[in-house]
């Protein structure tokens, strides 16, 4: 609920606080001193556009704070400290500026936020009706919307599952489609991955392959240039033609220091190193001498290992760098021939899961369907009584809920029962709201079967028949009593009041009668000095309140006949108001 508004330089208002509160409360003054911009004002503080016609001349900038109690509200507090703003007291200060240079800043809870956040924020807070909102109300959806909001979890159930059924329809529909159009790519597709793989399968890779063939063709292209060199390093190590050798000067080494060994202890552990360097080279001497002996010149071997290693390396340059690169390939494309393969099943599988999304879509339409058709009788015959009690004694609202026909094969047809009809996002549903003002009439819709006036009483109307379930705590009205007098406006203002009783409700009006039934009246002064006119806002204590009323009923506050006038229209509307 929105407890207070500062107003800051913002068109003939120089500087105004008011203070609110629960119940009615209406703002009046004289042609010109700036009531609607209040309402300007609220505008900026929901994110409205700024108009930087709006700045007081000779100002830098406008500005606008409204200070909310958010007690009740978990969702809006929460979104304000998510948003970098802090909830103090239970309460937030919204804030808006609008430089005269064009430039404007919003504010939530101390917190610098862009406008479309602080739009989004308030948008569960305020609910502005004008003349504008009025033809809002003409618009289609708009009266689906009226019309849901209305009928509550009857409707929201419903359309929950048809919005998430309709989502997957699409999506399978979309994909049936693009498996449909792609089929001839698939199979494509699948014709190369089956020559890689089986071009794979008959060379048969091994994992490391690649790299032992390659060691193994080495060895055999040098078989030759190895084996001498073997043969060197044998005879080196142990001649067999007796020349001097590695192992024969170990041995004479190891014979030198034995004959010693037993008068140094140094010089046994010598002899005993010698003598394992004697075990070890001839050991050694073998090794060589066997790896000699095996080496042999294979041209047989070498060109079977050339071979295999040019149809390995054919494969790695199609498949990857290497053997084992080549396999992972293999698999992975043996897994999605197995999808290519399917593309038949697959398709036939998605028809006949479009076929059960469209049943099921189908039967949730028809259940969103009856539900609005039960709400919108409830709701009419709720709009035709508060129609009576606002001197339309004689109008009827019905709401018709209807479904377009279409062809079978029209884009968005859906088959509802024996009918084909199209869908959208909320349904199969159209509603219009249709007015009967006087008896005997037909119905007609309320765009072409309602005046000004009654349209504004239509709206009002059906904002009481929905406050019981409207989730919005402030409603604000823009003299939607225009066009309205007499005895018509006297129920105007009773059943704002009634409206009150459940949320709160600010009224701009230039009307006594409806004046008469607010908690707080609240009047917009205009003063000048002859070269700068500037509005204040006054709350109006009870012997001014009957002074304005005089004044809006003759145009005089100081008539006798109108103050007392003012004095019995006070009192007559007293049981009424929101807050008796």
């Known amino acids: 609920m929105l407890e207070e508004i500062r107003i800051g330089s913002l068109g003939v208002i120089e500087s105004s ?15 010109g001193a700036g ?14 556009r700024a108009d930087t016609g709006t700045v007081r001349t000779g100002a830098k900038a406008a500005r606008v704070e409204g200070v909310v109690r958010v007690d009740g509200m978990p969702d809006f507090a929460a979104a304000v400290e998510e948003a970098g703003g802090e909830v103090e007291e239970d309460r937030v200060v919204l804030a808006r500026n609008v430089s005269a240079e064009g430039r404007s800043r919003a504010y939530a809870g101390g917190a610098t936020v862009p406008v479309a956040v602080l739009a989004e924020l ?12 009025q033809h809002r109300l003409l618009a289609p959806r708009a009266q689906r919307d009226a019309l849901d909001r209305f009928a509550g979890d009857r409707v929201a159930e419903p359309l929950a599952r048809y919005v998430e059924l309709r989502a997957r329809l699409l999506a399978a529909e979309t994909e049936l489609a693009e498996v449909s159009s792609a089929a001839r790519e698939r199979a494509r597709e699948a014709d190369l991955l089956r020559f890689g793989l089986d071009e794979i399968a008959a060379i048969e890779p091994l994992p490391g392959e690649d790299a032992e063939l390659a060691a193994e063709e080495a060895r055999l292209g040098f078989a030759d240039t190895l084996r001498a060199a073997a043969e060197r390093a044998r005879e080196a190590l142990s001649s067999e033609s007796g020349d001097p050798d590695a192992l024969a000067a170990a041995a004479e080494a190891r014979t ?14 010598l002899a005993d190193r010698l003598g394992e360097l004697t075990y070890l080279l001839s050991d050694l001497a073998a090794d060589v001498a066997s790896y000699a002996s095996r080496l042999e010149t294979d041209p047989t071997r070498l060109a079977s290992v050339s071979e295999r290693r040019a149809a390995l390396t054919a494969l790695t340059r199609k498949y990857g760098d290497t053997i084992a690169e080549v396999l992972v390939w293999a698999e992975q494309s043996a897994t999605r021939l197995l999808d290519l393969d399917d593309t038949d099943g697959r398709i036939e599988r998605l028809r006949e899961q479009v076929a059960s999304l469209r049943t099921d879509l189908a039967t949730t339409a028809a259940e969103l369907t009856t539900a609005r058709v039960a709400a919108a009788t409830t709701l009419g015959e709720q709009v035709s009584e508060e129609l009576t009690l606002l001197a339309m004694p004689d109008a009827r609202l019905t709401i018709e809920v209807r479904q377009h026909a279409v062809g079978a094969e029209a884009p968005g047809a859906l088959k509802v029962g024996t009918r084909w009809v199209r869908f959208g996002s909320s349904g199969v549903d159209e509603v219009e709201l249709q007015l009967a003002a006087n008896t005997g009439s037909p119905a007609r819709p309320i765009a072409k079967g309602a005046s000004g006036g009654e349209l504004s009483r239509v709206m009002l109307a059906i904002e009481v028949a929905l406050a019981g ?3 919005v705590p402030t409603f604000v009205f823009d003299e939607v009593d225009a066009g309205v007098g007499g005895r018509a406006a006297v129920e105007v203002g009773r059943r704002l009041a009634e409206l009150a009783k459940n949320a709160q409700v600010l009224v701009v009006t230039h009307l006594p009668q409806v004046a008469a039934y607010a908690d707080r009246h609240v009047v917009v002064e205009k ?3 002859g070269s700068v006119t500037t509005s204040g806002l006054t709350v109006l204590d009870p012997e001014a309140r009957e002074r304005e009323l005089s004044r809006m009923f003759a145009g005089m506050d100081d008539s006798d006949t109108a103050l007392a006038h003012a004095r019995e229209l006070l009192e007559t509307a007293a049981p009424g108001r929101a807050l008796a």
């Open 35 to 48: 009531k609607t911009m209040l309402v300007t004002a609220l505008g900026l503080l929901l994110g409205g």
């Open 122 to 133: 308030t948008q569960p807070l305020v609910a502005v009706h004008g003349q504008a909102d």
């Open 469 to 471: 379930t409207s989730p």
């Open 17 to 31: 606080t008011l203070e609110l509160g629960p119940g009615l409360t209406v703002i009046t003054g004289e042609t």
């Open 256 to 269: 030198s220091l034995e004959s010693v060994r037993d008068h140094d202890p140094e010089a046994a552990e």
């Open 527 to 529: 003063s000048s000095d």
